[in-house]
């Protein structure tokens, strides 16, 4: 039974994306296609908004070095975008109510196509943006709580696209450590969940598909990404892969699938850089510094000795030399 979906893409590249997506539902037959939406997020800088015309926001050069001098602080973007949630919410409202409210839908319902009552929206963004980090959780907020407070008839799931660096040219270290802060935050959140309202909270996502550059970038195989994802898209999420259920590995609950295949490379020489500083740390405290002890006779033993140190000649002697350091200073000023 065919679900209502909404695609919404959040960032210039994934837009593009979602138009190539969209001509290809076009080929698929009507009863699996009609209830597919597409949408962008669209942002000048100032005034943020929803667009159902993709190629006008679209970036089809796939190029990450084009997006770099463009890019945002993400708090000073989360700031924008809640000072703007007044606004968006009454368009995403009317976005929601496509789902199954657009003229396709209503035209399959005359025909007496059976509909689900269930709906999915995916979210589709590419993981090294920072402007897709400073806006994803934001509208993820946004999305679960219209749910909850307007369309509480209505069951749903919320996903994740995810695009890794290499699907892009001209991927840096500097775009794979910003895929890794974003997936750290995701992870984070997936397990201690987004503020809904002032008690209630969620995870973002109900799943997280990753995909990769398995079969090469975007820029050369486009055609090849979107009829895949087109397909997945008129599919049972049972039938696709999903990891199902909530047994939890590692302390974690299952989050990611892969679209086909999903796998984040990190540069070698950071990876290197990252394990030896935190390997050092590991060895340093496990092997050399003593087991802490929280005991009053221990904190207070603490404290005297740091009292000892401050009050020590060689501290005094150290702190000697810095004021006749500024003494001099000034005067060579004067």
């Known amino acids: ?37 597409t949408y962008t997020l669209t942002w000048d800088g100032q005034t943020f908004g929803f667009s159902a015309d993709l190629d006008q926001f679209a ?23 809640s000072e703007a949630t007044g606004e968006l919410q009454t368009a995403l409202i009317e976005l929601l109510k496509t789902a199954d409210q657009s003229k396709e839908a209503i035209a399959a319902k005359r025909q007496g196509m059976e509909i689900s009552s269930s709906h999915r929206i995916y979210l589709m963004l590419s993981v090294s943006n920072q402007f897709t980090r400073g806006v994803v959780f934001e509208i993820v907020r946004l999305i679960r709580w219209l749910f909850t407070k307007y369309f509480t008839h209505i069951p749903y799931s919320l996903e994740a696209l995810l695009l890794l660096p290499g699907l892009f040219t001209q991927a840096t270290t500097t775009d794979y450590g910003a895929a890794y802060a974003l997936l750290k935050e995701l992870d984070y959140k997936m397990t201690s969940g987004v503020a809904i309202t002032g008690t209630q909270k969620a995870p973002p996502f109900d799943n997280c598909w990753l995909m990769d550059e398995q079969i090469g970038g975007l820029r050369d195989n486009l055609p090849s990404y979107a009829d895949a994802l087109a397909g997945f898209l008129t599919v049972e999420p049972e039938t696709n892969g999903l990891l199902i259920g909530a047994q939890k590995v590692r302390g974690k609950i299952p989050t990611y699938s892969a679209f086909g295949y999903g796998e984040l490379f990190f540069a070698g020489e950071t990876t290197i850089n990252r394990l030896s500083s935190a390997l050092a740390a590991d060895i340093v405290m496990e092997q050399f510094l003593p087991k802490p ?22 501290y005094q002697q150290c702190f000697s030399r810095i004021r006749t350091r500024q003494r001099q200073t000034s005067l060579a000023r004067f």
């Not at 909404?6 to 969209?22: G, Q």
């Not at 970036?59 to 975008?81: E, G, N, P």
């Not at 009053?296 to 000795?305: N, S, Y």
């Open 1 to 37: 039974m065919p679900k209502p979906t909404i695609l919404l893409a959040l960032d210039p590249h994934s837009a593009a994306f979602c138009a190539a997506v969209k001509r290809q539902l076009q080929e698929f037959p009507a009863e699996q296609s009609c209830l597919i939406q």
């Open 59 to 81: 970036d089809t050069s796939f190029d990450l070095a084009q997006t770099h001098s463009k890019q945002a602080y993400v708090s000073k973007i989360r700031t924008q975008f």
């Open 293 to 314: 002890e929280f005991t009053p006779e221990a904190i207070r033993k603490c404290l005297l000795d740091a009292k000892g140190f401050v009050l020590s000649e060689d």
